[in-house]
């Protein structure tokens, strides 16, 4: 099975930064998406920033210029790098990542378990 780890979150003033890591394991033939969703209090989670396989990246407008996602293949990691970070950046994050396992019906799609982003100061 896979499954995905998720760390990096915590308190910080605003204007800071955080750096969320996502971790996939498991019997994966290949990824192709990785991507950041967020869910605030009272809010509906919503898509922060995405990569696909060919390393093309797209981000929410709130986001955009601030935020920066990456990936290490080699590791099965994504990345985002927060800075600039506001108070109403604070949300639980949440980490899903899509692609292909070995063996039989091998589509998968997997969500970590969250990591808690505190804006304030």
């Known amino acids: 099975q896979v499954q995905l780890v998720e760390s990096g979150g915590g308190l910080v003033q605003p204007g800071g930064s955080l750096r969320l890591s996502c971790a996939a394991s498991?019997?994966?033939?290949?990824?192709?998406?990785m991507g950041w969703y967020r869910q605030a209090p009272g809010k509906e989670r919503e898509a922060v920033a995405g990569t696909t396989s060919v390393s093309s990246t797209n981000y929410a407008d709130s986001v955009k210029g601030r935020f920066t996602i990456s990936r290490d293949n080699a590791k099965n990691t994504v990345y985002l790098q927060m800075n600039s970070l506001k108070p109403e950046d604070t949300a639980v994050y949440y980490c899903?990542?899509?692609?292909?396992?070995?063996?039989?019906?091998?589509?998968?799609?997997?969500w970590g378990q969250g990591t808690l982003v505190t804006v304030s100061s």
């Open positions: 498991g019997r994966i033939f290949s990824i192709n998406f």
């Open positions: 899903n990542v899509r692609g292909l396992r070995f063996g039989l019906a091998g589509n998968f799609e997997v």
